[in-house]
């Protein structure tokens, strides 16, 4: 049987006990009804007896009426018996009939001691009234046959007694009767339907009940803690595992407040969180601590929510509380371990970086002593010797290079310059590097037709360059002489842009692609004589996800592999300064004036430096200076004193921050307003070199309005320093 019929089940017996438990008590407290009515109307009876006809009178002589005697004992014994059965049998059903017909005998009686009174007859429907009280039409039946019985009877044989005549036709009786019945059947009526009543109300109790019940047994026996409290913020009830959670008894926590058991930090939160569910008309779920009855901190998960009455008027709190203390130990013993691990991870890197750095020292040494060695025309044998120093010198650099540049990523030193950057620009100076390599190779380089000049991607143009060379060169190192290396590019998706790099080389068996990128792993590639670190790939997968990018291989054993890299497409700069072109170079003229001018740009960025050109391109007033080198930029703002130095940060001998350092530390070029133009737009960066000295601090992409108004302001403040 399920759970839900075995419910029903329960219920409806339930519901049977409580209906017959209703019906008893009304059975008794109609009993006792009709004991006091009974009792009540027999005095009553006597004493009418003795006002209305204390006497009978015979000649001069009299004794006291026959109706005196018959209310005294008659009555008597009419009302005593079944007063006493309510004694001794209370609801009984015997007890119900007797009174029935008692109380219709009494009728009888009392009418024939008034003399037959019509008014009198009003006592037989009264008494029917009150019987129905018992709500059980039964009882109906012996009342309705011994009114009838007693008026025929009477009515044929003593008329006076009934009808206060001295004949009668027997249709008055029956019409009696009819009238009785006629009562009888709206008594009867009103009898089942209190029978329905009561059998929906025991229904809807025992349901209730169960209802109660079934939730009761929820919470008493929930393996999460659960407790409701009150408005005026007290316990009402808890149940087992929250007086377990918190180590208090359900008394003891009925004494107290849910802010008694808090942990004192949570207090203030805990009474917003209160305030909350009551403004919110809602339920919250928090992250709380307990104090148990010794002290101790239970971590928690309280869930609460408001409990409402008929009309949504706010009852009480009930609350679920889950023991969370195991999972924040574990959180914690985590934690920290992560912080090790970091920590250690830090070390290492740290540790690598430094290494590197110190081994340079002596590489220089090595290589540079072996490369005068190698001009001082030696011997076969020593240039064979010299010819190995040499080689294993450059692989051990391009080791230490590789190993700083993924410690420096690991420890977070990355630096990035993200800014647009010219695809077609970017391919052919990687292409252009590994021109010799191709030749020795003598493995051909395949490059599309057209390479769109516009295509743009925000990349760190040297990191960019760095991956493409790791590429190009990984293409050319595992295809066999003659072979070819193809670069393409895919840029049908109109939010990135793909770089292709294949190659007709061995290729890699898809069971090792889960290997690459892994650092050190050369896939076998270190028993063969191609020479490699294991290290490039790991790095450019590093590089091309701190630059927002990603990097991914196909490829066919024996066929060949493709790598490719995909980035950001970047809105092409020179875009927007043809848009706003007229406005900006009429802003620029106002604000410059037609004197000469000469500003320098120390920017490596042929994108940056191809825009900053044409804005000034129509101002034939400003000499524009460029180099995409910093030292050589500090020699020509101390030869040339411009009047302006726009500043890239990312340079390819020095900092910008450095450069700008070395303009604010001499005197000659001390005045000159630097405007940095970065690609760095942090906070951090930019405060540092505001308060290094820059003038202003612009980020790429350039937004050409901006750098306009920026530079004509500038400029326009010189012209006014100098004239005051
Ligand atoms: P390595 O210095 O060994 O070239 P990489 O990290 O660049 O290190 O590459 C890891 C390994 O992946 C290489 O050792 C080689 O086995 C394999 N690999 C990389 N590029 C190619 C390619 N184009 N064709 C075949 N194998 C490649």
């Not at 290492?348 to 290589?367: G, Q, Y």
């Not at 120093?389 to 700083?404: C, D, F, Q, S, T």
């Not at 050319?476 to 393409?488: A, H, I, L, Q």
């Not at 020095?654 to 940095?676: D, F, K, M, N, Y």
Request: with cysteine; glycine share 6%.
């Amino acid at each position: 049987m399920t759970a839900q019929k075995e419910l029903e089940r329960a219920s409806a017996g339930r519901a049977d006990e409580l209906f017959r438990r209703h019906q008893h008590e009304i059975y008794c407290k109609t009993d006792v009804l009709f004991a006091r009515l009974m009792l009540f109307q027999w005095v009553v009876g006597i004493v009418a007896a003795l006002v209305v006809s204390p006497l009978t009178w015979s000649g001069q002589s009299s004794q006291i009426h026959i109706h005196v005697w018959a209310m005294i004992f008659l009555g008597g014994l009419i009302t005593l018996f079944p007063v006493w059965l309510t004694r001794v049998w209370p609801g009984a059903v015997g007890t119900r009939y007797v009174i029935a017909v008692a109380q219709m005998l009494m009728s009888s009686l009392l009418i024939s001691v008034s003399g037959g009174r019509i008014e009198t007859h009003f006592h037989i429907f009264g008494s029917l009234v009150i019987l129905s009280f018992y709500r059980d039409w039964r009882v109906l039946i012996p009342a309705t046959i011994v009114v009838g019985l007693d008026h025929f009877l009477r009515g044929i044989y003593w008329p006076y007694s009934v009808y206060g005549v001295l004949s009668a036709s027997p249709w008055r009786s029956i019409e009696h009767s009819a009238w009785v019945i006629f009562e009888d059947v709206f008594l009867v009526i009103s009898c089942l339907r209190s029978i329905t009543e009561m059998c929906s109300i025991a229904n809807r109790t025992a349901a209730l009940e169960a209802s109660e019940q079934n939730f009761r047994q929820i919470f008493e026996e929930a393996p999460i803690g659960m407790a409701v409290v009150g408005l005026d913020e007290r316990f009402r009830q808890a149940n087992a595992a929250f007086c377990q959670m918190v180590d208090y008894s359900q008394e003891e926590l009925i004494t107290r407040t849910p802010l008694d058991i808090t942990d004192p930090e949570d207090v203030a939160p805990h009474r917003q969180w209160a305030q909350e569910m009551l403004s919110s008309n809602g339920s919250n779920r928090v992250e709380k601590r307990y104090r148990r009855k010794g002290g101790e901190v239970v971590w928690s998960t309280r869930s609460g929510c408001i409990i409402r009455d008929g009309v949504g008027e706010p009852r009480h709190f009930l609350i679920m509380v889950e023991d969370i203390s195991e999972r924040k130990r574990a959180e914690a013993a985590l934690r920290e371990a992560k912080e090790e691990a970091d920590r250690a991870n830090c070390a290492k890197s740290e540790f690598l970086s430094r290494m590197s750095h110190e081994l340079r020292t002596p590489l220089n040494a090595i290589l540079g002593f072996g490369q005068l060695l190698e001009g001082e025309s030696p011997t076969e044998s020593q240039s064979d010797a010299i010819s190995h120093i040499l080689g294993a010198g450059r692989h051990l650099l391009e080791l230490i290079n590789e190993v700083l540049d993924i410690s420096g990523i690991e420890a977070g030193r990355l630096q990035l310059s993200v800014e647009p950057v010219s695809v077609a620009e970017a391919i052919r100076q990687a292409v252009d590097l590994m021109r010799p390599l191709a030749v020795e190779r003598a493995i051909e380089i395949c490059l599309p037709l057209r390479i769109d000049d516009r295509l743009h991607v925000l990349a760190d143009r040297q990191r960019l360059r760095q991956v493409l060379l790791n590429l190009l060169t990984n293409g050319m190192k595992y295809t066999r002489v003659g072979g070819m290396v193809r670069v393409s590019v895919d840029e049908r998706n109109w939010e990135k842009i793909r770089l292709i790099v294949s190659d007709t080389g061995v290729g890699i068996p898809t069971e090792k692609f889960s290997r690459l990128f892994t650092p050190f792993d050369r896939l076998g590639a270190e028993y063969s004589n191609v020479q490699g670190t294991g290290l490039g790939l790991a790095l450019c997968r590093r590089l091309m996800e701190a630059m927002k990018g990603c990097i991914a291989v196909e490829s066919t054993p024996g066929r060949g592999s493709s790598f490719s890299i995909e980035l950001p497409r970047a809105p092409l700069p020179i875009e927007s300064l043809t848009v706003h072109e007229p406005a900006i170079m009429g802003r620029l003229s106002e604000s410059v004036g037609p004197e000469k001018r000469t500003i320098l740009c120390i920017e490596d960025n042929p994108s940056s430096l191809t825009l900053i050109r044409r804005i000034l391109a129509k101002r034939p007033a400003i000499e524009l200076l460029t180099t995409v080198q910093g030292s050589i930029g500090l020699e020509l703002a101390r030869q040339q004193r411009p009047d302006l130095i726009l500043l890239d940060l990312h340079l390819p001998d020095l900092p910008g921050w450095e450069i700008l350092a070395q303009l604010q530390a001499c005197h000659e070029t001390r005045s000159i307003p630097v405007i940095v133009i970065s690609a760095d737009a942090t906070a951090r960066q930019i405060d540092r070199l505001l308060s290094a000295g820059a003038r202003a601090y612009l980020t790429k992409p350039i937004d050409v309005a901006e750098f306009s108004k920026v530079m004509g302001e500038t400029l326009n403040s010189v012209k006014e320093g100098v004239a005051a």
